[in-house]
């Protein structure tokens, strides 16, 4: 097991603080989370609720798609070596199971952003709804950890 050690120096008291790389990968993924699942939709509600029509929404949008993507990424990684390191346990493989159907996702949802804005307020619809049946799958294979 790896041991990550952080000292922090705080006049004459010390306080050492061991992070396990199980921490380490599940703070990964958390932050992994947030990234994917709350960056982009914030900022499509923004686009709903201000009622935003410009093309130019669309460009700062795509590179939020793209942050959304590498956080996914690391959601992923993390996920598996924390899988690797709880002994590969069976209730994660409903997980794996969802790469491709939340890679598709992932990859229609940034071709959307290429489309005009009228196009991409309605397409997204859709597609939130899709996520929103991936979460809640997610959550539940997470929380409960249902055995194959």
Do not use: N
């Not at 120096?9 to 990968?25: A, E, G, H, N, T």
């Not at 997204?124 to 959550?139: A, P």
């Amino acid at each position: 097991m790896i041991l990550l050690i952080i000292i922090f120096k705080y006049q004459v008291r010390f306080c050492w603080i061991v992070f396990d790389l199980y921490s380490v990968m599940f703070f990964v993924h958390m932050l992994g989370l947030i990234g994917w699942a709350g960056i982009t939709t914030g900022a499509y509600y923004l686009i709903v609720l201000a009622g935003l029509d410009s093309e130019k929404v669309l460009v700062g949008y795509r590179k939020l798609v793209i942050l959304e993507i590498v956080s996914l990424i690391a959601m992923g990684l993390s996920g598996m070596v924390m899988w690797h390191l709880l002994g590969r346990p069976t209730w994660a493989y409903p997980s794996f199971a969802l790469v491709p159907v939340v890679a598709f996702g992932e990859y229609y949802h940034y071709r959307l952003t290429f489309k005009d804005i009228t196009t991409f307020r309605r397409r997204m619809r859709y597609l939130s709804w899709y996520y929103t049946i991936v979460g809640l799958f997610l959550i539940f294979d997470m929380t409960f950890k249902p055995g194959i």
